[in-house]
């Protein structure tokens, strides 16, 4: 390797650069009276150009430094001039573990190398080393392959006997096929463990992790089983394959003690790699249990890797083979060095997992539970979104109010046998006629913020609601916008909220929409009718507007759905279009019962991978008995 760029030593250098958050990072490797730098990140002239720099006394063998001058000078040295204050390295050395340079990393501010960041410093450099490694292989392979050409052309020269040639050849082309396997084992080695490394990062979700895990060992090992197995208190659970079904995931079988004698209980306990190289050894050194799990998913030879977290031992991963598999020094190494991108990986996607059960738990307990309502009937329906790291602000609320003599008071009109349009008196303002409270809302975000927010703003619209007797859903909007200027509470978003009162014979709906998708109201004939007329959505930006307010007339028979964007809203899609799907659905099955409706709702419109949460609320007003 000469002093010029490298492409593969400077995908070294940028890791460890991404990895450590670091302003450098360089591959510097030893030769004669200088140190060539075939990789490196941030570093500029005149090292980005002449990629050389003088050689210190020794090469690093693992130097760590909270500040430059150190036991060795580092990166001070021979990198004067850069302001660096912290830097670590780690040896980049061949396969007799001799040392041929460092992969470092440097910072300009004081840097607290913490253990992780040393142990992925160190993966790093073992597979820099694996590459390093390859490429002199590869050129052994090559002087091999000459050689045996040399060998083939000599015995020509010297008229040898054919069985000689022969047998110098032979020797030369094994020599040369050995080299050839110890190189591409190498390469994959190499290649496996960047992957793990830059495949793990973006994962979101134990469920995830699994996947990726599956899919990155396939093509380099070729295991036939990758599981994945977490601790919980005394036992380990072993994850679920969510695209492949395997019997001792499932049921029962996935939880087992610690304390059992299979081989990954095993590893976890000891803290080390547990290798069974082949069946006969499972026989021999486990239990019936032991034989039966392995028989079951077919395998005949497994390892089993302890994930240490930053707490203790958080669970084992497990590769199976279907065929007889040991283990040699080269591939435990490698394997251990995976072992360490899985644990954090791990460790992440339980804590991104936990997050969403505790905003999940709290948007379910947001949900109201509907109350029992004569003349009424209705039905509510909260779907997450299909996309497991996702959790989201929308909210649906709907409770009884207290019935003041003044409620809802609006120019009276004749009654009519459909919804468009129709008003009548309330012949009878009594405190025995059904009185409710409806809202359906979205919080913008997909985090545990929104769910949080949408919290707030529901108990906040809840009590302006109380707070205003008598006064229509435009006054308590404009009161919750009031508190959250107020307060201030940065709640952005869209809603529909709206009065529904029995007024003997129809029940009549009030209601305000601040930029929510349109309700949709099923006349008794059929008709299908887009509740289209809104205002502003929510929003700190927009200030105090006037909030408009609508009222209907809902004559028995009538059935009013309301619903958050998640189920009419796709990349790609016209949103109008989705709207009238969802009304010739509800035209379609309106006879059905109401969660049966909502349920064939989600099912022809939003589909099993909706992008967003779904909240959908129906009312239907019943039909009046003949007496």
């Given at each position: 390797m000469s002093a010029a760029a490298d492409i593969g030593m400077e995908r070294f250098a940028r890791l460890v650069s991404s990895s450590l958050r670091v302003p450098f990072a360089a591959v510097s490797l030893a030769a004669v009276g200088m140190r060539i730098l075939p990789g490196l990140a941030g570093l500029p002239e005149p090292w980005a150009g002449r990629r050389s720099a003088p050689r210190t006394a020794a090469p690093f063998r693992h130097v760590v430094s909270g500040h430059a001058g150190g036991p060795e000078a580092g990166a001070d040295a021979f990198f004067p001039g850069l302001g660096v204050v912290s830097y670590a390295a780690m040896p980049v050395t061949d396969a007799s573990g001799r040392i041929l340079g460092s992969l470092c990393a440097m910072d300009t501010e004081p840097h607290d190398w913490s253990a992780v960041e040393l142990r992925d410093l160190c993966d790093l450099a073992q597979a820099c080393s694996s590459e390093i490694q390859l490429r002199i292989v590869s050129r052994h392979a090559r002087l091999a392959q000459g050689q045996a050409e040399q060998a083939r052309h000599e015995a020509e020269a010297e008229g040898e006997s054919a069985e000689r040639e022969r047998a110098a050849a032979e020797r030369a082309r094994g020599a040369a096929q050995s080299y050839g396997r110890q190189a591409r084992l190498a390469q994959d080695h190499a290649e496996l463990l960047l992957r793990v490394s830059e495949e793990l990062t973006p994962s979101a979700g134990v469920e995830d992790v699994r996947r990726r895990l599956r899919d990155l060992f396939a093509a380099t090992l070729k295991p036939c089983y990758v599981g994945l197995s977490l601790v919980e208190d005394s036992t380990l659970r072993r994850v679920a394959d969510p695209e492949r079904p395997y019997a001792p995931e499932e049921g029962d079988e996935a939880v087992y003690a610690q304390s059992s004698d299979l081989p990954s209980a095993r590893a976890l306990r000891e803290r080390r790699v547990v290798s069974v190289p082949d069946r006969e050894t499972l026989v021999a050194e486990y239990s019936a249990d032991a034989v039966a799990a392995g028989d079951s998913l077919g395998l005949r030879a497994a390892v089993c890797l302890p994930l240490a977290g930053t707490r203790g031992q958080i669970g084992v991963l497990v590769l199976g083979w279907d065929s007889d598999h040991p283990v040699d020094v080269q591939e435990r190494a490698v394997l251990t060095s995976i072992s360490g991108y899985v644990a954090q990986a791990v460790e992440r996607a339980v804590f991104l997992d936990e997050r969403i059960t505790v905003a999940r738990q709290l948007q379910s307990a947001m949900l109201t539970e509907l109350p029992d309502t004569p003349g009424l009937d209705s039905a509510a329906l909260y779907l997450p979104a299909a996309a497991a790291d996702m959790v989201g602000g929308d909210w649906y609320d709907i409770f009884h109010l207290p019935d003041p003599p003044t409620a809802f008071a609006v120019p009276p009109e004749p009654p009519s046998s459909g919804v468009a349009g129709a008003h009548s008196p309330d012949p009878v303002d009594s405190p025995s006629r059904s009185s409710l409270a409806v809202t359906v809302g979205d919080i913008t975000g997909h985090d545990m913020h929104a769910a949080t927010i949408?919290?707030?703003?529901?108990?906040?619209?809840?009590?302006?609601?109380?707070?205003?007797?008598?006064?229509?859903?435009?006054?308590?909007?404009?009161?919750?916008?009031?508190?959250?200027?107020?307060?201030?509470?940065?709640?952005?978003?869209?809603?529909?909220?709206?009065?529904?009162?029995?007024?003997?014979?129809?029940?009549?709906?009030?209601?305000?929409?601040?930029?929510?998708?349109?309700?949709?109201?099923?006349?008794?004939?059929?008709?299908?009718?887009?509740?289209?007329?809104?205002?502003?959505?929510?929003?700190?930006?927009?200030?105090?507007?006037?909030?408009?307010?609508?009222?209907?007339?809902?004559?028995?028979?009538?059935?009013?759905?309301?619903?958050?964007?998640?189920?009419?809203?796709?990349?790609?899609?016209?949103?109008?279009?989705?709207?009238?799907?969802?009304?010739?659905?509800?035209?379609?099955?309106?006879?059905?019962?109401?969660?049966?409706?909502?349920?064939?709702?989600?099912?022809?419109?939003?589909?099993?991978?909706?992008?967003?949460?779904?909240?959908l609320l129906a009312l239907r007003i019943k039909e009046q008995k003949r007496l």
């Amino acid at each position: 390797m000469s002093a010029a760029a490298d492409i593969g030593m400077e995908r070294f250098a940028r890791l460890v650069s991404s990895s450590l958050r670091v302003p450098f990072a360089a591959v510097s490797l030893a030769a004669v009276g200088m140190r060539i730098l075939p990789g490196l990140a941030g570093l500029p002239e005149p090292w980005a150009g002449r990629r050389s720099a003088p050689r210190t006394a020794a090469p690093f063998r693992h130097v760590v430094s909270g500040h430059a001058g150190g036991p060795e000078a580092g990166a001070d040295a021979f990198f004067p001039g850069l302001g660096v204050v912290s830097y670590a390295a780690m040896p980049v050395t061949d396969a007799s573990g001799r040392i041929l340079g460092s992969l470092c990393a440097m910072d300009t501010e004081p840097h607290d190398w913490s253990a992780v960041e040393l142990r992925d410093l160190c993966d790093l450099a073992q597979a820099c080393s694996s590459e390093i490694q390859l490429r002199i292989v590869s050129r052994h392979a090559r002087l091999a392959q000459g050689q045996a050409e040399q060998a083939r052309h000599e015995a020509e020269a010297e008229g040898e006997s054919a069985e000689r040639e022969r047998a110098a050849a032979e020797r030369a082309r094994g020599a040369a096929q050995s080299y050839g396997r110890q190189a591409r084992l190498a390469q994959d080695h190499a290649e496996l463990l960047l992957r793990v490394s830059e495949e793990l990062t973006p994962s979101a979700g134990v469920e995830d992790v699994r996947r990726r895990l599956r899919d990155l060992f396939a093509a380099t090992l070729k295991p036939c089983y990758v599981g994945l197995s977490l601790v919980e208190d005394s036992t380990l659970r072993r994850v679920a394959d969510p695209e492949r079904p395997y019997a001792p995931e499932e049921g029962d079988e996935a939880v087992y003690a610690q304390s059992s004698d299979l081989p990954s209980a095993r590893a976890l306990r000891e803290r080390r790699v547990v290798s069974v190289p082949d069946r006969e050894t499972l026989v021999a050194e486990y239990s019936a249990d032991a034989v039966a799990a392995g028989d079951s998913l077919g395998l005949r030879a497994a390892v089993c890797l302890p994930l240490a977290g930053t707490r203790g031992q958080i669970g084992v991963l497990v590769l199976g083979w279907d065929s007889d598999h040991p283990v040699d020094v080269q591939e435990r190494a490698v394997l251990t060095s995976i072992s360490g991108y899985v644990a954090q990986a791990v460790e992440r996607a339980v804590f991104l997992d936990e997050r969403i059960t505790v905003a999940r738990q709290l948007q379910s307990a947001m949900l109201t539970e509907l109350p029992d309502t004569p003349g009424l009937d209705s039905a509510a329906l909260y779907l997450p979104a299909a996309a497991a790291d996702m959790v989201g602000g929308d909210w649906y609320d709907i409770f009884h109010l207290p019935d003041p003599p003044t409620a809802f008071a609006v120019p009276p009109e004749p009654p009519s046998s459909g919804v468009a349009g129709a008003h009548s008196p309330d012949p009878v303002d009594s405190p025995s006629r059904s009185s409710l409270a409806v809202t359906v809302g979205d919080i913008t975000g997909h985090d545990m913020h929104a769910a949080t927010i949408m919290g707030q703003v529901r108990s906040m619209l809840r009590q302006a609601v109380f707070d205003h007797p008598g006064q229509g859903p435009a006054v308590a909007l404009t009161a919750l916008e009031r508190a959250c200027a107020t307060l201030p509470i940065t709640a952005s978003g869209t809603l529909v909220h709206a009065r529904l009162r029995d007024t003997g014979g129809f029940w009549r709906l009030v209601w305000s929409n601040a930029g929510h998708p349109p309700p949709l109201l099923l006349a008794p004939d059929g008709e299908v009718v887009r509740l289209d007329r809104h205002g502003v959505m929510l929003h700190p930006g927009l200030g105090l507007v006037p909030r408009p307010e609508e009222v209907r007339d809902l004559a028995p028979g009538s059935v009013l759905l309301l619903y958050t964007d998640g189920l009419v809203e796709r990349p790609g899609d016209d949103i109008d279009d989705s709207i009238d799907r969802a009304a010739a659905t509800l035209r379609t099955h309106a006879g059905r019962p109401l969660a049966e409706l909502l349920q064939t709702l989600v099912a022809e419109i939003a589909g099993p991978t909706a992008g967003d949460d779904i909240v959908l609320l129906a009312l239907r007003i019943k039909e009046q008995k003949r007496l």
